[in-house]
């Protein structure tokens, strides 16, 4: 009964149009209903608490910084750089906007901001050359969600945050597995790009690599400054963020002067308006939180799942599954602070490690920000590539298919993730 009603109220609420934020916030009141629990104040305290986090201040900074690295140009020189070491192998453009997207995973750690530069910037460039431009709009997209993967990542704050799992080891754990999806995306390209009739670019010369590489140095030394300081414990993963803002801003306003004074206003109100809506969704999902705790929901998925506890392996294939479904309904954040303090008690009672599991289940949740109907990256790259939405739709598929692959790998060999993990942290 329990978890009808927690089911009902919140998919109720969102299949009548209402925002998510106030869905989980009716959830968790029918919750308290159900139980005879209600309490205004708890409601309100659960609000102020959720989002009175130290280290759910790293996701203001990290957006703040994916706003300066696009507009102050430091992704600009992340594509160019890459469009001069490989734009001119066959497809090569598709070749460039992977190993731009793996660049810029490490510096913004948000999927939409990733995925909105590459499709100004690339997909214009690919139609040009004569690739097929919903296949260009699918690689885009597919490439924008290795973004949540590589550190830094937002997902993984909200994962850390919501499971009480280290940060620092999520982002470590992510470093291979994301290199993983970016590998995955060139084979398929490579299929893919063989169908098609295109102009290859000129293969540039030494010294054009030389001055890309000179110009693009600045925006490259920030992932090394991040990796470097977390593996060494220079400063904690909210640090970090404030770091990469800093960073970047200095380097956008001093070194390349891209970004005026008098620009700096809006990339600051930008930052701060997505940033509010993330943390409203953090501060209403505490509210949801707290009663499945109360409302014993993990124990009761537990005994749904009884039958899977004994292996881990069939276990995670059901949850990516039931990930897989939720994915194409909701979005990566709010699928995150639901699901987390559900399933993270089943996933300790069954053994398994809970950075491997914050690997998998966050690398899921990026898949289903290019999975239809919803899709949030799918969207941002249709409208800014001018794509309609079937189109980037039908481009997609075969690279999200090769993402699946990736991560039905991950679950049946664990030491993917666990090995790349230990060696990263040192352990």
């Not at 913004?108 to 100004?120: C, E, F, I, K, T």
């Not at 945050?161 to 995955?184: C, E, H, K, N, R």
């Not at 599954?321 to 909701?330: I, R």
Request: hydrophobic share 60%.
């Amino acid at each position: 009964m329990t978890i009808t009603i927690f089911l009902g109220s919140l998919l109720g609420s969102m299949a009548l149009g209402m925002p998510i934020a106030f869905a989980l916030l009716l959830c968790g009141v029918a919750l308290m209903f159900n139980l005879d629990l209600f309490d205004a104040q708890i409601v309100a305290q659960n609000v102020i608490n959720g989002a009175d986090s130290f280290p759910l201040m790293a996701v203001p900074f990290f957006m703040l910084a994916g706003e300066i690295m696009n507009v102050g140009g430091l992704s600009k020189r992340i594509v160019d750089l890459a469009m001069k070491l490989v734009g001119h192998i066959r497809g090569g453009l598709g070749y460039v906007a992977i190993l731009a997207a793996c660049i810029l995973a490490s510096l913004s750690g948000s999927a939409v901001a990733d995925a909105a530069a590459l499709s100004a910037l690339l997909v214009p460039m690919m139609v040009k050359a004569g690739h097929d431009k919903a296949r260009s709009g699918g690689l885009v997209a597919a490439s924008g969600i290795i973004a949540p993967i590589i550190p830094p990542s937002i997902g993984f704050i909200m994962f850390g945050v919501a499971g009480g799992v280290s940060i620092t080891q999520l982002f470590l754990a992510g470093i291979f597995p994301g290199i993983m999806l970016g590998g995955a995306l060139a084979i398929a390209w490579w299929i893919e790009v063989r169908k098609e009739n295109i102009v290859t670019p000129p293969r540039a010369s030494r010294r054009e690599i030389k001055v890309a590489l000179i110009d693009s140095f600045w925006a490259l030394m920030l992932p090394m400054i991040i990796i470097f300081g977390l593996k060494f414990g220079i400063f904690t993963p909210t640090e970090a963020a404030v770091v990469a803002a800093v960073y970047s801003l200095f380097v956008a306003t001093v070194v390349y002067r891209e970004l005026k004074l008098d620009q700096l206003y809006e990339v600051f109100y930008t930052a701060a308006k997505t940033t509010s809506v993330v943390m409203f969704l953090v501060a209403a999902a505490m509210v949801s939180a707290w009663m499945i705790t109360v409302a014993d929901l993990p124990g009761m998925v537990t005994d749904l799942l009884a039958p899977l506890m004994d292996s881990p392996t069939l276990l995670l294939l059901a949850i990516m599954a039931l990930v897989v479904v939720v994915g194409t309904a909701m979005d990566m954040t709010p699928t995150i602070l639901i699901l987390t303090p559900v399933l993270m008690p089943v996933v300790r009672e069954a053994g398994i490690d809970p950075v491997y599991f914050g690997v998998l289940f966050i690398m899921n949740n990026a898949i289903g920000l290019i999975t239809p109907p919803v899709g949030t990256v799918l969207n941002v790259v249709a409208g800014v590539a001018k794509i309609s939405m079937e189109d980037v739709i039908k481009g997609v598929w075969p690279f999200m298919l090769a993402q699946l692959i990736v991560l039905l790998l991950l679950v049946l060999f664990p030491a993917l993730v666990t090995v790349p993990a230990a060696f990263f942290s040192g352990r």
